[in-house]
């Protein structure tokens, strides 16, 4: 997964990008880049590492424009070197950067079509730059060396619809003509827009969740639709237009389970309330299942689980308690890269309050249960802090599948439930008993804040993928390149900048950035 932002204002945007990844930095640890857009120059500062490593203040004060998008990225595709770190550039047949939240599940095959009949050159494995090269091929196709306009870049949109298959939320800017975004005509992945009034005029940006939008005073509008493009001039003129032919919100249920920050608001709905509803749900399930189980305090895994952990302890009128004390430098388990970094982090991430735990039986609630690896040292944790029964509630259900839409979930043999028993899974992590939440009831639960909306991706719950061009073949593909052990950390730096005459360059070679 991915957070993206874009901005188009009337002061320098350099300081609102970075504050803005600062709030999305929950959504990628492992680089971050930001472009800014003055007249026809790109200005780019981008590398491995957290926002507040990446950024210093030598780069920020290079970062000059009233306009600029940003990115922060946990690879899911591709290696995680820094010469892969987004914004993406290319010049032809227009100055172009794009960033980019998702998974393009054809990338071969339009790796193929770009060298092939494109005559396009990709520098790197990152289906980001395959996205890019297909968005300026096809403004290449439609603006036929003419002066560009929204209809055209719109038209553009609509051919890269046609041509990538997956989950895609986009941003991008064209020199000197406008920042453009939008998302997969199935809205997988989340993307919304907002505007905030000035004696100026009108500011504009577009970014993964609406936290971002809250924290920099900007009003959210609406969420981009599935298969919607917005474009925003450089005078701050917004425009927008449908540019799929049979567009269908099918949100990534991952979302409101664990991904978004919980004050975010997806489509609609309140991640927060979701969680709160999930917790509700699952506790009646416990009532049903668990009757004779004496509990006597409900501990969450900090910190997505903390609401559902609430609201559980609330229905079953049991003590709730913060049982773990969280290290806050210590990034996401979830999303760290490699399993072995993965075991190390989580004694460095956690560590029981004592008293919370000695003699009593303790019913742990995470968000969801994903490799197991957190869960089991978590469960001998509380044993080791003296607990008499570790019982142990997801939120979740099992996530038995794969995703392929942005979320390293790559291999079904590091999933824990894959073809495991719940008792199994108990017993692996080393619980006393294990309850898990059930997909209709979370389906029903995420429903409640916003009625009109009743499907959603749970391809990593039941297998269905719903852009219906995955299968097993696929899969099995995924798990051979996208292992952990290809996940290769190499750090270099990528900062510069580009003068960029706007006429259609001769020829279709794309110059990328140069490493300095």
């Not at 005509?185 to 936290?211: C, N």
């Not at 969280?326 to 075991?343: C, V």
């Not at 719950?461 to 719903?466: A, L, N, T």
Request: glycine share 8%; hydrophobic share 40%.
């Amino acid at each position: 997964m991915c957070g993206i932002i874009g901005i188009v204002g009337k002061n320098p945007v350099n300081q609102f990008l970075y504050d803005g990844l600062l709030v999305l930095q929950h959504r990628g640890q492992d680089a971050a880049g930001i472009v800014t857009c003055d007249g026809n120059t790109f200005h780019m500062h981008k590398n491995n590492g957290l926002v507040k490593d990446v950024f210093q203040t030598r780069h920020m004060r290079s970062l000059i424009g009233n306009a600029g998008i940003a990115h922060v990225r946990y690879p899911t595709a591709g290696s995680s070197s820094a010469a892969e770190a987004q914004p993406f550039y290319v010049n032809s047949p227009f100055g172009i950067v794009l960033g980019h939240n998702g998974n393009l599940t054809n990338s071969a095959q339009l790796k193929q079509e770009m060298f092939r009949q494109d005559l396009r050159h990709i520098n790197t494995s990152s289906d980001s730059e395959v996205l890019l090269n297909v968005l300026a091929h096809e403004v290449e196709k439609t603006s036929q060396n003419a002066v560009l306009n929204t209809d055209m870049v719109f038209d553009a949109v609509a051919g890269v619809h046609r041509r990538c298959k997956g989950a895609y939320a986009v941003v991008a800017m064209i020199a000197n003509f406008g920042l453009l975004a939008f998302r997969d005509p199935f809205g997988i992945r989340p993307l919304v827009i907002g505007k905030s009034e000035s004696e100026k005029g009108t500011e504009y940006i577009v970014a993964s969740e609406s936290v971002a939008l809250d924290v920099l005073g900007f009003q959210l509008i609406r969420d981009v639709a599935p298969g919607e493009a917005v474009f925003v001039d450089m005078e701050g003129n917004l425009f927008s237009r449908q540019c799929a032919e049979n567009p269908k919100l099918n949100p990534c249920i991952f979302e409101y389970v664990y991904l978004a920050r919980p004050d975010s608001v997806i489509d609609g709905i309140s991640v927060y309330q979701t969680r709160l509803d999930m917790g509700t749900s699952l506790a009646e399930k416990i009532k049903r299942e668990w009757p004779d189980k004496k509990i006597d305090v409900v501990i969450p895994i900090p910190d997505t689980s903390r609401p559902s952990a609430l609201q559980v302890g609330i229905t079953l009128g049991l003590d709730y308690r913060e049982g773990f004390i969280k290290n806050r430098y210590i990034g996401r388990t979830f999303i760290m890269p490699g399993q072995a970094l993965r075991k190390k982090s989580v004694r460095q991430k956690l560590n029981p309050i004592g008293i919370e735990f000695k003699g009593k039986n303790v019913l742990l609630v995470d968000d969801s249960i994903v490799r197991g690896t957190t869960s089991q040292q978590i469960v001998q944790m509380a044993r080791d802090a003296g607990a008499n029964k570790v019982y142990f509630a997801s939120a979740a259900p099992p996530v038995r599948f794969p995703n392929v839409y942005g979320i390293d979930m790559p291999s079904r043999d590091e999933l824990l439930a894959t073809d495991r028993t719940d008792e199994e899974i108990c017993k692996e992590i080393g619980a006393d008993a294990l309850i898990y939440q059930d997909l209709d009831e979370l389906v029903r639960d995420i429903g409640l804040s916003n009625p009109a909306m009743k499907v959603f991706d749970c391809s990593c719950f039941d297998g269905k993928y719903v852009t219906g061009d995955i299968d097993e073949a696929y899969l099995t593909n995924i798990e051979t390149a996208r292992g952990d052990i290809n996940k290769e950390h190499k750090p270099t730096n990528a900062s510069t900048q580009m003068d960029l005459n706007l006429l259609p360059t001769v020829g279709h070679e794309d110059d990328e950035l140069a490493e300095v």
